[in-house]
């Protein structure tokens, strides 16, 4: 079975900087895609960022050129490095596969709390 947990979140003021950590386990972390999503209270979650098994990267609109996603496959991790923080991106941080590992078995971790505020 696919396990996520996901760490790193906190309070910080606008403008600062916070790095979150996913470690995975339960399958092949070197052969998926990785991203990572968002949900904020009363709204639906949304991708953030992905990033490939072979490195490539991309990003929603509104984190663009803020956030970096990255992953140390000899870690079974997947990182968010997120720099200028708005009070937007305030949500519950959540890491998976971009595929499906098993189809229709998708299972999220309890994520980490990003909160953005002065």
């Known amino acids: 079975q696919v396990r996520i947990v996901e760490s790193g979140g906190g309070l910080v003021q606008p403008g600062g900087s916070l790095r979150l950590s996913c470690a995975a386990s339960?399958?092949?972390?070197?052969?998926?895609?990785m991203g990572w999503y968002r949900q904020a209270p009363g709204k639906q979650r949304k991708f953030v960022a992905g990033?490939?098994?072979?490195?490539?990267?991309n990003y929603a609109d509104s984190v663009e050129g803020r956030f970096t996603i990255s992953r140390d496959n000899a870690k079974n991790t997947a990182y968010l490095q997120m720099n200028s923080l708005k009070s937007d991106d305030t949500a519950d941080y959540y890491c998976n596969t971009i595929m499906e590992v098993v189809p229709g078995s998708r299972s999220w971790g309890q994520g980490t709390q990003v909160t953005v505020s002065s």
């Open positions: 990033i490939t098994s072979g490195g490539r990267t």
């Open positions: 339960g399958y092949i972390f070197s052969r998926y895609a």
